[in-house]
């Protein structure tokens, strides 16, 4: 079956400090992989995308790489501010069908200044 | 361009009253429609989606259902609400085919 697992939070960072928010996957064929973020009290956005092996999504300084050898689709962020506090998920979505987004259960992420 | 509204953004309903939440999307033309709920603490769980007018799925038996009367219109009802209907409810869409979802704003669900 499809899922995603992603890294459990809540994750507390000093500002300027280095993010990495872990996503491993279970898929059958090649998904597309997404990271969106959810700010306090919105819906939620796309962050970045990568649509098949190798490829890097990057967007507002955060980076994410689809590894199909290793299944993962890791979040990083060089240096974090407090504007990027927010419930980050990890998800995929398959070629086929209309259901066929799945997300992981998501990290909050708070940074401090 | 195309936008998603989606209201009320919160509310507060007593044990046993009725619910409906809308959802609307501008600038496009028979999207694929979701309904999701986050609960507190929990990630995001697809509850229902529309590919088509009067074309409902269902992924989760519960006592809420959903209903696309226009291309561009959907709605999510209970007739009876239960405390675990509380959570944040999300309306996104997708172009058909297309592998990204627009989400709204978001409808907080609160339960007494």
């Known amino acids: 079956g499809n899922s995603v697992t992603q890294m459990e939070g809540p994750v507390t960072l000093s500002e300027e400090a280095f993010l990495t928010i872990n996503c491993t996957y279970t898929a059958t064929g090649y998904p597309s992989l997404f990271w969106y973020v959810q700010y306090p009290g919105e819906g939620l956005q796309l962050l970045l995308k990568a649509t098949k092996a190798d490829d890097k999504g990057s967007n507002k300084g955060f980076e994410a790489t689809y590894r199909k050898e290793t299944t993962s689709f890791h979040l990083e962020k060089g240096s974090v501010q407090v504007s990027d506090s927010a419930v980050y998920f990890c998800?995929?979505?398959?070629?086929?069908?209309?259901?066929?987004?799945?997300f992981g259960t998501g990290t909050r992420l708070t940074v401090i200044p | 361009s195309q936008t998603i509204h989606q209201w009320p953004a919160t509310l507060v309903q007593p044990v046993g009253s009725p619910l409906s939440l809308e959802c609307t999307v501008e600038g496009t033309s028979n999207p694929n429609l979701y309904w999701y709920r986050q609960a507190a603490g929990r990630g995001l769980q697809l509850l229902f989606y529309s590919v088509g007018i009067g074309q409902i799925s269902s992924e989760v038996p519960q006592n809420l259902s959903a209903s696309r009367p226009q291309d561009r219109q959907f709605i999510l009802s209970s007739k009876k609400l239960l405390l675990s209907d509380s959570g944040f409810y999300l309306c996104?869409?997708?172009?058909?085919?297309?592998?990204?979802?627009?989400f709204g704003a978001g409808s907080r669900l609160t339960v007494l």
């Open positions: 996104a869409w997708s172009e058909f085919g297309a592998n990204v979802l627009t």
């Open positions: 998800a995929l979505r398959t070629k086929t069908g209309a259901n066929n987004l799945f």
